[in-house]
């Protein structure tokens, strides 16, 4: 099936249980991943936990979607699992239309590298390496030299994110909001089909926050950039275009844009509920 199929447009990508039987592709939906019939179980027999519980659902390509739910309701591994860095007990993973939970731990490293960005909370750069040095790692891993075309958009970015001004200077002598520019242009160069933010802001300021947060937003907005945050906080997730709540290991609900004040109320009636 292709992306102009005349039922593609119309399947809302939840509705479909199994992408497989129906030889259609992420793609032809619009997604940039999608999982479907997730589960994930840690240890055996009476100490078993369920963290994921046949969650299907996709990420539309150049959306800006949170992830949110209380702690312990499989945020995390349900990002790590998208993001090849766990593996499932049931269920399928795609990124793009790879089926990630075929490949090999060596494909994944390389899908990792070359297709998936990171931004975390604790920013995770290289402290012996400069702004330039940190924002290249992957092309550095990936072995090779970024094109003309690559270079200039990492200039672009190296501008939109202030860093230019900063570009010889080492992780301890940026503050934190520029520290996370700096991982936000890391996770940005290579153009990456998704980018991962876990709690992105959780070592900032508000006011630092809502920064980092609105160069997110705008890296989506304008550049069609696909990203997936984890968050618990609900004026960070009030950024995103879609919102996706967790629960004792399943989606209780989807929605779209919401406010700060809407994602608090839902987020404490399933606190209440609990
Ligand atoms: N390696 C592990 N071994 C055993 N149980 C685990 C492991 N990792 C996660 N869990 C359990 O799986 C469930 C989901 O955990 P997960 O870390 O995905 O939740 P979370 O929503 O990200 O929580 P938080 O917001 O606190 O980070 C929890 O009950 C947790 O204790």
Same mark, same amino acid.
């Given at each position: 099936? =292709?992306?102009?199929?005349?039922?593609?447009?119309?399947?809302?990508?939840?509705?479909?249980?199994?992408?497989?039987?129906? @030889?259609?592709?992420?793609?032809?939906?619009?997604?940039?991943?999608?999982?479907? /019939?997730?589960?994930?179980?840690?240890?055996?027999?009476?100490?078993?936990?369920?963290?994921?519980?046949?969650?299907?659902? $996709?990420?539309?390509?150049?959306?800006?979607?949170?992830?949110?739910?209380?702690?312990?309701?499989?945020?995390? =591994?349900?990002?790590?699992?998208?993001?090849?860095?766990?593996?499932?007990?049931?269920? @399928?993973?795609?990124?793009?239309? =790879?089926?990630?939970?075929?490949?090999?731990?060596?494909?994944?490293?390389?899908?990792?590298?070359?297709?998936?960005? !990171?931004?975390? @909370?604790?920013?995770?750069?290289?402290?012996?390496? %400069?702004?330039?040095?940190?924002?290249?790692?992957?092309?550095? &891993? %990936?072995?090779? #030299?970024?094109?003309?075309?690559?270079?200039?958009?990492?200039?672009?970015? !190296?501008?939109?994110?202030?860093?230019?001004?900063?570009? $010889?200077?080492?992780?301890?002598?940026?503050?934190?909001?520029? @520290?996370?520019?700096?991982?936000?242009?890391?996770?940005?160069? =290579? #153009?990456?089909?998704?980018?991962?933010?876990? /709690?992105?802001?959780?070592?900032?300021?508000?006011?630092?926050?809502? +920064?980092?947060?609105?160069? &997110?937003?705008?890296?989506? *907005?304008?550049?069609?950039?696909?990203?997936?945050?984890?968050?618990?906080?609900?004026? *960070?997730?009030?950024?995103? %275009?879609?919102?996706?709540?967790? *629960?004792?290991? #399943?989606?209780?609900? %989807?929605?779209?844009?919401?406010?700060? +004040?809407?994602?608090?109320?839902?987020?404490?009636?399933? +606190?209440?509920?609990?």
């Amino acid at each position: 099936m =292709t992306a102009n199929h005349p039922s593609a447009g119309c399947l809302a990508p939840w509705a479909i249980r199994s992408v497989e039987d129906m @030889q259609i592709q992420p793609s032809d939906l619009g997604l940039i991943a999608r999982v479907a /019939e997730l589960g994930k179980r840690y240890g055996t027999g009476a100490s078993t936990v369920t963290a994921l519980d046949d969650v299907s659902l $996709g990420l539309r390509r150049g959306e800006f979607t949170a992830i949110m739910g209380p702690s312990g309701s499989g945020k995390s =591994t349900l990002m790590h699992i998208m993001a090849g860095l766990d593996s499932p007990s049931a269920g @399928q993973v795609w990124l793009g239309d =790879t089926d990630i939970t075929e490949l090999s731990d060596s494909a994944l490293t390389v899908l990792r590298r070359r297709r998936i960005g !990171f931004i975390f @909370q604790s920013f995770n750069l290289v402290p012996t390496l %400069d702004v330039r040095g940190n924002v290249m790692l992957p092309f550095d &891993l %990936d072995g090779r #030299r970024p094109t003309r075309d690559e270079q200039a958009w990492i200039d672009e970015l !190296f501008d939109t994110l202030g860093l230019r001004p900063r570009i $010889g200077h080492r992780p301890h002598e940026l503050s934190g909001g520029q @520290q996370q520019r700096v991982a936000i242009a890391r996770a940005l160069a =290579t #153009r990456p089909d998704l980018v991962f933010a876990d /709690e992105p802001t959780g070592n900032l300021d508000s006011r630092t926050g809502r +920064e980092v947060l609105g160069l &997110l937003a705008a890296a989506s *907005a304008r550049y069609g950039q696909s990203i997936a945050m984890v968050t618990h906080d609900p004026v *960070a997730a009030s950024h995103a %275009d879609r919102i996706l709540y967790l *629960a004792d290991g #399943r989606i209780v609900r %989807d929605s779209g844009r919401s406010s700060a +004040e809407e994602i608090s109320s839902f987020m404490l009636s399933m +606190e209440v509920a609990a």
